[in-house]
T-cell receptor, first 109, second 114 residues
Framework: AQRVTQPEKLLSVFKGAPVELKCNYS??????LFWYVQYSRQRLQLLLR??SRESIKGFTADLNKGETSFHLKKPFAQEEDSAMYYC???????????FGQGTRLTINP | EPEVTQTPSHQVTQMGQEVILRCVPI?????FYWYRQILGQKVEFLVS????????KSEIFDDQFSVERPDGSNFTLKIRSTKLEDSAMYFC????????????FGNGTRLTVT
């Protein structure tokens, strides 16, 4: 079965420091990968997806098929980045998203 | 910006009672979903709905669960006879046509079964 693993439940970094939230997946085909973010008291919202190869709010994520990873990175963290981050996978032909456990990111001033 | 809306925000019910969770997806969206998140656990897929029928469902979505789009705007999740373990946050989501279109989530309904 497909699985998404986010090994860190909690991650705390200082403002201005680099951030990397890890995501590994298990799927033998070509996956679609997403990062969703949930700010305090707000809904889950899409942050970015691998097919877009875009940078959103300074975050980037590169799909590494060899390592089956889709880590989320930002070179300089900001306090407003504090949130819950979920990595998610959709397999070819399927409707559902498979979510990881989530990582709570806290940016300390 | 249009949003997915869910009502109520919090529902308390007794074990064995039926409960209906309501969602209004974004109006031009074609795919509809229910997910749930038990406290401290992952967001889990329950069911997807397209063209007035279930397109995919998980093993969680057993005979106690049903979905309906009764009037072209609402999308409901019914649990026939609630159990304690149904207590969770239930999220509705929708997305437009397009294979890679992202999901838009509602704020969720917190269901507490006592």
């Amino acid at each position: 079965a497909q699985r998404v693993t986010q090994p860190e439940k909690l991650l705390s970094v200082f403002k201005g420091a680099p951030v990397e939230l890890k995501c590994n997946y298990s799927y033998s085909g070509s996956p679609e990968l997403f990062w969703y973010v949930q700010y305090s008291r707000q809904r889950l919202q899409l942050l970015l997806r691998h097919i877009s190869r875009e940078s959103i709010k300074g975050f980037t994520a590169d799909l590494n098929k060899g390592e089956t990873s889709f880590h989320l990175k930002k070179p300089f963290a900001q306090e407003e980045d504090s949130a819950m981050y979920y990595c998610a996978l959709r397999i070819q032909g399927a409707q559902k998203l498979v979510f990881g456990q989530g990582t709570r990111l806290t940016i300390n001033p | 910006e249009p949003e997915v809306t869910q009502t109520p925000s919090h529902q308390v019910t007794q074990m064995g009672q039926e409960v209906i969770l309501r969602c209004v997806p974004i109006s031009n969206h074609l795919y509809f979903y229910w997910y749930r998140q038990i406290l401290g656990q992952k967001v889990e897929f329950l069911v997807s709905f397209y063209n007035n029928e279930i397109s995919e469902k998980s093993e969680i979505f057993d005979d106690q669960f049903s979905v309906e789009r009764p009037d072209g705007s609402n999308f409901t999740l019914k649990i026939r006879s609630t159990k304690l373990e149904d207590s969770a946050m239930y999220f509705c989501a929708s997305r437009p046509q397009g294979r890679n279109s992202p999901l838009h989530f509602g704020n969720g309904t917190r269901l507490t079964v006592t």
